[in-house]
């Protein structure tokens, strides 16, 4: 095993792994919550409302900029 120090007990690399299953099963259940949550329409028409303004925004300041 190469992530952890060699000089773990065998209970050592247990913990490593089981600290590890943990850390991936919390991320994985937060990703899930969060699809949840972006797929509702309403937060979708937000963000391409938003990503729209942000696009706008960038258009005109670089109509407006002048070259040096």
């Given at each position: 095993?190469?992530?952890?120090?060699?000089l773990?007990?065998?209970?050592?690399?247990?913990?490593l792994?089981?600290?590890?299953?943990?850390?991936?099963?919390?991320?994985?259940?937060?990703?899930?919550?969060?699809?949840?949550?972006?797929?509702?329409?309403a937060?979708?028409?937000?963000?391409?409302?938003?990503?729209?303004?942000?696009?706008?925004?960038?258009?005109?300041?670089l109509?407006?900029?002048?070259?040096r």
């Amino acid at each position: 095993m190469t992530t952890a120090p060699q000089l773990l007990a065998f209970g050592g690399v247990i913990v490593l792994g089981a600290i590890t299953a943990a850390w991936f099963f919390a991320v994985a259940s937060l990703v899930a919550a969060l699809r949840r949550l972006i797929s509702r329409s309403a937060v979708r028409r937000a963000a391409d409302g938003l990503s729209g303004v942000v696009l706008i925004g960038l258009g005109v300041r670089l109509a407006l900029t002048t070259a040096r």
